[in-house]
């Protein structure tokens, strides 16, 4: 792909982090960390390879997207909202009573979800699901399922991986955001979930690894997943827990926190915002 | 009541034909095929049907992935391993979303027999009746079991439909008009009401008949839905009747008798008397001798009757 595709997506990402940076400050509930660690194959995804249509946002041929970490919900909100599925504004009303942006993603009541996730686990065989009625309809569109590493201590993730295998479902793509961080500290020390990429190799699946925040790895994986027949892939992000503001990287106590005024300003000046 | 057939044996009849007439209807299972009836439809329509090995969570995980493709998925187990092992797949995935899945599960409560307490589901009704947005039916027989399955079919929503594994008794004729969430007065009686589900409606009308010699008039009320509730009906009975011995091959926490008690307690409150597994696990032994065991009979039926009775 061009560089200056690349940097135009780039950019993109820097754009919904600040988005998701105001939408925390103003809803003061929410995840941070991991919103920040997964926007930029949130950024490709929506900007780069699905297929789909904001003003159909049911339009059949579209690819279907599944954020089996359901907690990183403002980084597909803000994604939906760039794209214009819903007003900017909704952004706003993030996790409020009557909001259609609720803490986790509902199928139920925002244009662009597909299913409810959140119940960490249950995303990729709800993606095994869709690619399987897919291809009973002959339809082209492909399904891409992002799940945390954290997620991975799910047992229902490897019901699921062995599925999909089985079922030799090559229009799935999964995404694992290895962030390393979940609620109680380092995923290795709370329940080691390494080597993930040979685990889902021992699966039957095709996997590649890259770094998650290097945007051209992230589309050649995506382009590359596609040219994969007879097997599911998965793309194993190495990925930065706050990614792109300093005070929040690496930090397991930002999972569930949103910043403060005080945190906001210094997020902005982190992506290059000069404005409050 | 003269044919025997089990509820399963109906219901992989049924699945069969709505395959032959509806491309949408897909149907997975957990390596239990033979035992659900759910081969009969494998067999005719390999291509959409799923055997998701003994891997239940992803199995109904599976099924709301493809409801959400636009298919009408059919998942069945035994009813401990459905709603037992995979409940909150079934809350998070199927009916929070409200997507279309039909979870019709076989082998439920103690009459699995032999197998024991591990494999009697007696708490389904009331785990499944919980959850917002899900639907929940026992037929009483392999006539309404056919109708069940094609009303949930028509349906738009994730239902549960308990089925049974051994031969009962047929309560209904063909021409029986089923409709979800709809009781139905099956023996008329004055003194008293039976409101049973599943296999224990056919218990009910024997012991109406041992109660009439004794010049008890008794009611038979089947509820096929346990939710959502015919409350009307429940409500008729008891101000028609004013006392109502509830029956279920359950708990007696929860499912259909806890169903009937809340609705009555607010409504119009009555002498209830809950007839069914009094908090304890199943055990193993031929389901007619568990039947006795666990006083599911229509003798224990008449007994719970007469002492409802004395409270009225």
């Known amino acids: ?276 | 009541m003269s044919n025997m057939k089990a509820t399963r044996d109906a219901y992989g009849e049924v699945l069969a034909e709505l395959g032959a007439e509806n491309k949408d209807i897909v149907v997975l299972d957990a390596d239990l095929s033979g035992s659900t009836k759910t081969a009969v439809f494998r067999k005719q329509f390999p291509e959409r049907f799923f055997n998701m090995g003994i891997a239940e969570a992803n199995m109904v995980g599976t099924a709301a992935g493809l409801a959400a493709a636009g298919k009408i998925p059919f998942v069945s187990t035994f009813a401990i391993f459905a709603a037992g092992r995979a409940w909150e797949q079934i809350r998070q995935s199927v009916a929070y979303p409200k997507a279309n899945v039909k979870i019709v599960p076989t082998h439920g409560g103690i009459t699995v027999g032999e197998d024991g307490g591990s494999h009697q589901s007696v708490e389904d009704i009331a785990i499944m009746r919980a959850i917002p947005n899900m639907t929940v039916m026992v037929p009483a027989d392999a006539v309404e079991t056919r109708k069940a399955i094609r009303a949930a079919a028509e349906y738009k929503g994730p239902v549960y439909i308990r089925l049974g594994r051994n031969k009962v008794p047929s309560v209904f004729s063909d021409d029986y008009y089923f409709e979800i969430g709809k009781g139905i007065e099956v023996v008329p009686g004055t003194d008293m009401t039976f409101v049973t589900t599943g296999l224990m409606t056919a218990q009910a009308v024997s012991a109406a008949n041992l109660l009439k010699q004794e010049g008890i008039s008794a009611r038979v009320v089947h509820i096929a839905t346990i939710k959502p509730l015919d409350q009307d009906i429940i409500v008729k009975a008891a101000e028609e009747t004013g006392a109502i011995v509830t029956a279920e091959e359950h708990s007696i926490i929860g499912g259909l008798g806890g169903a009937v008690a809340e609705c009555l307690a607010e409504k119009h409150p009555t002498p209830v008397k809950r007839v069914g597994i009094h908090d304890r696990f199943g055990t193993s032994g031929k389901a007619e001798e568990l039947m006795k065991y666990f006083g599911l009979t229509p003798e224990d039926l008449a007994d719970a009757a007469r002492e409802v009775l004395t409270r009225k």
């Open chain 1, 1 to 276: 792909m061009q560089k200056e595709k690349i940097a135009v997506l780039e950019e993109m990402a820097r754009n919904l982090r600040v988005s998701i940076v105001k939408t925390l400050h103003k809803s003061q509930s929410g995840h941070t960390g991991g919103s920040l660690s997964v926007i930029d194959m949130v950024t490709a995804l929506y900007f780069h390879k699905m297929r789909h249509n904001p003003a159909d946002p049911k339009w059949e041929g579209r690819d279907r997207f599944i954020l089996s970490k359901g907690h990183a919900a403002p980084a597909q909100y803000v994604a939906l909202a760039e794209h214009g599925y819903f007003p900017r504004e909704d952004l706003m009303m993030l996790r409020r009573l009557g909001s259609h942006l609720q803490g986790h993603p509902d199928s139920k009541v925002t244009p662009g979800v597909e299913v409810c996730t959140g119940s960490l686990g249950q995303g990729l065989s709800m993606a095994n699901g869709i690619a399987l009625g897919l291809r009973l309809d002959a339809g082209k569109s492909r399904v891409y399922a992002i799940m945390g590493d954290g997620e991975l201590q799910e047992g229902q993730v490897w019901e699921a991986a062995m599925a999909a295998a089985h079922y030799r479902l090559d229009n799935l793509c999964a995404l694992v955001d290895v962030n390393m961080l979940q609620i109680d500290g380092e995923v290795e020390k709370v329940m080691n979930v390494a080597p993930i990429a040979d685990k889902f190799r021992a699966f039957g699946w095709h996997a590649l690894e890259i770094d998650g925040h290097d945007m051209a790895a992230i589309v050649a994986a995506l382009d590359k997943a596609e040219d994969i027949k007879g097997k599911p892939t998965v793309i194993v992000a190495a990925t930065v827990k706050g990614k792109g503001v300093s005070i929040f990287e690496n930090k397991a106590s930002y999972h569930g926190v949103t910043p403060n005024d005080e945190e906001l300003n210094t997020a902005l000046i982190c992506l290059g915002c000069f404005e409050d």
